[in-house]
């Protein structure tokens, strides 16, 4: 047993003594005393442009305002929604779908339309897909940073 643990002993002071001389790119220079780093310069491209991407992404990057968006389908029948929403994105991909439940039915809306004459334009291109009527319906919209900034109504969420 004690045997054992000298062995695990010499064991261990060995292994530290062999990690301690491995080469590090971290290098100390003689006259400074600073630490030398070097970094691939597409690094902080990588960063800059995950940057860029969150802050187009990202929730709070939207701004709330007041504007339209196209009623589709109210139905209690949730697959009847579902291809509603199926058939907006088929057809029109570009088009956000909102889809929510409201005891007992399913409401579908799509678009976020800061004029009215943009909302009137899609709703007669949805009309032909959809025969029973589709509504403009005034509402808070979600709009990109730049776009829309002059006259612009701002709401809280």
Known sequence: MRYMKMISFIAVILFAATSHAQDTTWKKTADTNAIVVHKDPRLDLLVKKQVQINEETSRDARRIVKGFRLMIITTNNRDEAMAAKTKVYTYFPELKAYMWHQSP???LKVGNFKERKEAEAYQK?????FPKGVFIMPDKVEVKPGKYEENEMEMTP
């Open 125 to 129: 291109k949805l009309n032909i897909y």
């Open 105 to 107: 039915y399913y409401k």
